[in-house]
C-alpha cells in the first residue's frame, strides 16, 4: 500500500473529493455548519489542514471578499487545493502555505502568517495531533485572533460508550452502502500512514475533552452546532 501523510486517506489524491463523500456520512452538511458558524464579517479566516480545498471553497461562496490563510503540511494536497480555487477565480482571495500546524504551533516565531485573524477553521485534521498538542494549539489558534474571534472544528470524536462506537459503525457502514460502495472497497483506495510531523494516526478524544481544551485555551463560550454520531463539529467564541 502506497505511504501518505496522515489525513491525506486516499493513495491517490484525485480519489479524496469523491471518497470522502462515501466514506463520512454528511460530509458537506458538516463543512456548511462550519461556513454558517463564521460571522458574514470575517475578513482574515485561517484554515488548518486545507486539504484539497474543500472547506475553503465553501468559505469563498460564502464570502466572496474574504481572504482564506490555508495551512497544510502536504505539498499535493496544496497543490490541488490551489488548482480548484484558481478554477473557481478565488486565486487573489486564497494563499496556501505548506506548514505543520503542530509546528505553528510549537514554534509560532518561524511563520509569517500573522495574526489579528476573524475566524479560524478546521475539518478532519486536528485529530491527528495528540491531546497534548491539540491543546498547544487551541492555545495558538486563540493567540492569533482578534479579540471576539471564533474557531470552527470539525473532527470525528471518541464515542462515549463501547455500544455507541458499535452504532456509529454501522452507520457509516450503512451510509457508505447507500452511497453505492462498501467500506471495505473505500478503504481499499486509501494510502497507508504512520507518522509525519506532528501527526500521526487518529488520535481521538472525546468530545467533553475538546470542549474542556477550548476553555482551558481562553474560548469564553463554547459550543457544539452539530452532531452526527461520531463526528462533530465545536468550537467557539473568545
Ligand atoms: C482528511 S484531510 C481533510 C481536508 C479538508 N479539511 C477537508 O475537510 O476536506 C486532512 C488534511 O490535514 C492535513 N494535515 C494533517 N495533519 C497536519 C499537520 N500536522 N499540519 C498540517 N496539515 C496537516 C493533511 O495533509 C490533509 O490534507
Not at 470575517?42 to 465553501?58: A, H, N, P, Y
Not at 497543490?79 to 504551533?105: C, E, L, P, R
Not at 475538546?210 to 461520531?230: D, E, I
Amino acid at each position: 500500500m502506497q505511504q501518505v501523510f496522515p489525513g491525506e486517506v486516499f493513495a491517490n489524491t484525485a480519489d479524496f473529493d469523491t471518497g470522502i463523500r462515501q466514506l463520512l456520512p454528511r460530509y458537506d452538511e458538516m463543512l456548511e455548519v462550519i461556513t454558517r458558524c463564521v460571522p458574514s464579517t470575517s475578513r482574515r479566516i485561517l484554515e488548518l489542514g486545507c486539504g484539497t480545498g474543500e472547506l475553503s471553497l465553501k468559505i469563498l461562496n460564502r464570502f466572496p471578499d474574504a481572504q482564506v490563510i490555508a495551512l497544510d503540511y502536504s505539498p499535493r494536497m496544496l497543490q490541488f487545493a490551489q488548482n480548484k480555487i484558481t478554477a473557481a477565480g478565488y486565486q487573489q482571495h486564497w494563499t496556501g502555505t505548506q506548514a505543520d500546524f503542530g509546528d505553528w504551533a510549537d514554534n509560532p516565531e518561524k511563520f509569517d502568517i500573522g495574526s489579528e485573524f476573524d475566524a479560524c477553521v478546521s475539518s478532519l485534521a486536528i485529530h491527528h495531533l495528540q491531546d497534548e498538542m491539540k491543546l498547544k494549539l487551541f492555545g495558538r489558534i486563540a493567540a492569533s485572533l482578534t479579540q471576539d474571534g471564533c474557531f470552527w472544528n470539525a473532527d470525528p470524536t471518541l464515542p462515549e460508550s463501547p455500544a455507541l462506537a458499535e452504532v456509529y459503525k454501522v452507520a457509516r457502514e450503512e451510509w457508505s452502502l447507500q452511497q453505492g460502495i462498501s467500506l471495505t472497497e473505500i478503504r481499499a483506495k486509501r494510502g497507508t500512514s504512520t507518522t509525519q510531523g506532528y501527526s500521526s494516526q487518529d488520535q481521538l478524544a472525546s468530545l467533553d475533552a475538546h470542549l474542556q481544551m477550548l476553555s482551558k485555551a481562553r474560548f469564553k463560550t463554547v459550543a457544539v452546532p452539530w452532531k452526527y454520531y461520531g463526528l462533530a463539529v465545536f468550537g467557539g467564541w473568545l
